[in-house]
Nanobody, 127 residues
Framework: QVQLVESGGGLVQAGGSLRLSCAAS????????MGWFRQAPGKEREFVAS????????YYADSVKGRFTISRDNAKNTVYLQMNSLKAEDTAVYYC????????????????????WGQGTQVTVSS
């Protein structure tokens, strides 16, 4: 079992930055491919970014590429999402997730491959 707790969300003006954190307990995150997803009101949950279990491969949705950066600190058992140049359309609840199984170097964009999910943190970008 892995417990995930997100933090760092809030209200920010367009063009600003936020860094989300996802603290894990129960198991070390180095054993899992990790991902960030988001869900805006009235919309389906969508993939944002993924980082592999090892080799630190990353993959981003086109909508955030060049603005968001996913990273992990295995010593702190934490995964981060640095969000820069935020836009109003980035407003959503952001969730981190840990994949149940993954190959080394594999990034995962499909939500149903993620076994563990956090409770989410709200990000609101004002225009």
């Amino acid at each position: 079992q892995v417990q995930l707790v997100e933090s760092g969300g809030g209200l920010v003006q367009a063009g600003g930055s936020l860094r989300l954190s996802c603290a894990a307990s129960g198991r070390t995150v180095s054993n899992y491919a990790m991902g960030w997803f988001r869900q805006a009101p009235g919309k389906e949950r969508e993939f944002v970014a993924s980082i592999s279990r090892s080799l630190t491969n990353t993959y981003y949705a086109d909508s955030v590429k060049g603005r968001f950066t996913i990273s992990r600190d295995n010593a702190k058992n934490t995964v981060y999402l640095q969000m820069n140049s935020l836009k109003a359309e980035d407003t959503a609840v952001y969730y981190c997730a840990a994949a149940g199984s993954a190959f080394d170097g594999e990034v995962i964009i499909i939500s149903n491959r993620y076994l563990y999910w956090g409770q989410g943190t709200q990000v609101t970008v004002s225009s």
